[in-house]
Nanobody
Framework: QVQLVESGGGTVQAGGSLRLSCAASGRTFSSYVMAWFRQAPGKEREFVAVISWMGGTTYYADSVKGRFTISRDNAKNTVYLQMNSLKPEDTAVYYC?????????????????WGQGTQVTVSS
């Protein structure tokens, strides 16, 4: 069992940056694949980025590739999402998710635990 708490959301102008954090409870954080998803109003939740147990492998949605970076610090039980060159279409609630199986995944049913979300608003 793991509990996830996101932070770092806010309002930023287009072209700006934000860094999201997701703090996890529990002593087995390093055994979870961690990911970020987002959900805009009226749209389905979509995959953003994923990182492997030890952080050696990452994968991104095409829409954020080259602008966003996912990372993790297993000593701090925390995963991060650095978001640069933000666009208005990045506006959404961003969710952190944890997966017990070792394979990277990009679909919501593949994840076992979810945070409550943090709002990111990008103004034009």
């Amino acid at each position: 069992q793991v509990q996830l708490v996101e932070s770092g959301g806010g309002t930023v102008q287009a072209g700006g940056s934000l860094r999201l954090s997701c703090a996890a409870s529990g002593r087995t954080f390093s055994s979870y694949v961690m990911a970020w998803f987002r959900q805009a109003p009226g749209k389905e939740r979509e995959f953003v980025a994923v990182i492997s147990w030890m952080g050696g492998t990452t994968y991104y949605a095409d829409s954020v590739k080259g602008r966003f970076t996912i990372s993790r610090d297993n000593a701090k039980n925390t995963v991060y999402l650095q978001m640069n060159s933000l666009k208005p279409e990045d506006t959404a609630v961003y969710y952190c998710a944890a997966r017990e199986r070792p394979e990277l995944a990009v679909t919501t049913p593949a994840y076992d635990y979810w945070g409550q979300g943090t709002q990111v608003t990008v103004s034009s």
